[in-house]
């Protein structure tokens, strides 16, 4: 039997981030992963899908292209070979985050584990038999697809986003149950490969949690680009009609219904408990803000635990977790976190939303500069979007950037720091943004808080 300073369960972001961190700090740890290292962002999700996204944005910029005397002609794609790349690129990074498990001198044990004991020695007992023990356990078992129980799903065949970028062919028509995150980068992605795409969300808004003007520019944005989008839509029953999958659905109480050739189900993720039997039937995992669960010296950290379920969170969490394993006393940070969606137009946000604002009370102010009047985004033909900045009335801090656009998923780290730290609008208006970027929108609007509007009016 090896005993370890600390266990890790589970090798996605908050798990193998832990155990490259603790390694890092001396500590000797083991790290459990029954299938994969890097989990759903790495296998499933984050990377796999941008490289979709590059893929499908390639392929729209050879139409553009000819604005600027680029003669294309005709040209093919081949979706298989966009697969392809794909799975290099996950393959790649996979073998990367295991050489760097080897080269920290991490125990790596590929195979299933589960929690054998909680007492002061913690225990993972793994599927041959093997028993391993440690000081402290994390606990990072991710998250899983979650389909609700809608009638007709068991007897229609469908995709969910781990399944959905192996297709080889291209759907002729993809409906997406779902306008969240998932559902709105799945539909962007096949929007411009080609297929014609619906999006159909219950919810009375795409993107519900998003600052609602931002969520209704982006749906005027994704409707230019011929992606239809059916909210307050409840799904009633799904049906398989010869080749054809029929989505029967109520709208503003009214009976209607949308065929096409693949269905996805973006629904939305539940936890994985598999391996903690010890928390019952009903298992449920809560930390403080240490990231300690009720039991001591056992941790949790990444989608295990809900909240932000964004790799780069899981990151900072496994981080923290390992920091207070140590000895150390440090607090789960959530100001400032960027939240990125990489549809078409991407989307990026940090802080409070408007509504998040009003709901605090606070009295506040709001700047919005368009992209349209962005020089960087007029000549690169993207002139769709707009930065809108949040600040307090009285003190002038910053609250919270909103972004919709191109590079918006790059600019928002700025706003994100700024959040982070606190800083106000007065001094973030006196840093100089180069020129020509899609960064200096943010700069503009930090102008505009000071009374001063030199590339657009009041």
Not at 133 to 153: D, H, M
Not at 352 to 381: I, T, Y
Request: charged share 25%; aromatic share 8%; net charge negative.
């Amino acid at each position: 039997m090896s005993t370890y300073d600390i266990l890790i369960l589970g090798g996605g972001p908050a798990g193998y981030m832990a155990a490259l961190h603790g390694a890092q700090k001396g500590a000797r740890v083991a790290l459990v992963e029954k299938k994969y290292l890097g989990g759903t962002c790495l296998n499933w999700g984050c990377i796999p899908t941008k490289t979709m996204v590059e893929g499908a944005h390639l392929k729209a910029a050879m139409e553009k292209g000819r604005d600027y005397g680029l003669n294309v002609g005709d040209y093919d794609f081949n979706l298989e070979r966009l697969v392809h790349k794909k799975d290099e690129v996950v393959q790649n990074l996979r073998q990367g985050i295991a050489g760097l498990i080897k080269a920290n001198k991490i125990d790596f044990f590929s195979q299933e584990g589960r929690v054998t004991a909680t007492g002061e020695e913690k225990e993972l007992t793994l599927a041959d038999g093997t028993t391993i023990q440690g000081k402290k356990l994390l606990l990072a078992t991710g998250s899983k697809v979650f389909n609700p129980p809608i009638p007709g799903l068991e007897e229609v065949p469908f995709l969910t986003s781990d399944t959905i970028l192996d297709l080889k062919e291209l759907p002729s028509e993809l409906i997406i149950i779902g306008a969240g995150v998932i559902g709105l980068e799945m539909a962007s992605i096949f929007n411009n490969l080609g297929a014609k795409v619906t999006v159909i969300e219950m919810m009375d808004q795409i993107l519900p949690g998003l600052d609602k003007e931002l969520a209704q520019r982006a749906r005027i944005f994704l409707k230019k680009k011929g992606i239809e989008l059916e909210t307050k839509t409840q799904v009633q029953k799904l049906e398989k009609r010869g080749e054809e999958i029929a989505v029967k659905y109520l709208r503003r109480n009214k009976e209607a219904e949308k065929t096409g050739s693949h269905l996805l189900m973006a629904t939305g993720r539940h936890p994985v408990y598999t391996g903690l039997e010890f928390l019952g039937e009903e298992p449920e995992i809560k930390v403080d803000e240490y990231l300690e669960t009720p039991y001591p010296g056992i941790y949790a950290a990444g989608d295990l635990i809900g909240g932000y379920q964004l790799a780069h969170v899981a990151y900072h969490e496994g981080i923290v977790a390992v920091n207070n394993m140590l000895g150390e006393k440090e607090k789960a940070c959530y100001s400032g976190i960027p939240n990125c969606v990489f549809s078409d137009p991407q989307i990026a946000t940090t802080g409070w939303s408007e509504e998040e604002v009003k709901e605090q009370g606070v009295e506040f102010e709001v700047v919005k500069f368009p992209f349209s009047a962005l020089g960087k985004a007029v000549a690169s033909s993207d002139p769709e979007g707009l930065v809108k900045v949040i600040y307090s009335k009285e003190q002038g801090q910053l609250l919270g950037v909103h972004i919709i656009g191109r590079e918006a998923t790059e600019i928002i780290h700025q706003g994100a720091y700024a959040v982070r730290m606190g800083h106000t609008v007065g001094q973030l208006a006196r840093t100089i943004f180069a020129h020509p970027t899609y960064s200096e929108g943010l700069g503009e609007a930090y102008h505009m808080t000071q009374g001063h509007f030199y590339h657009t009016t009041p």
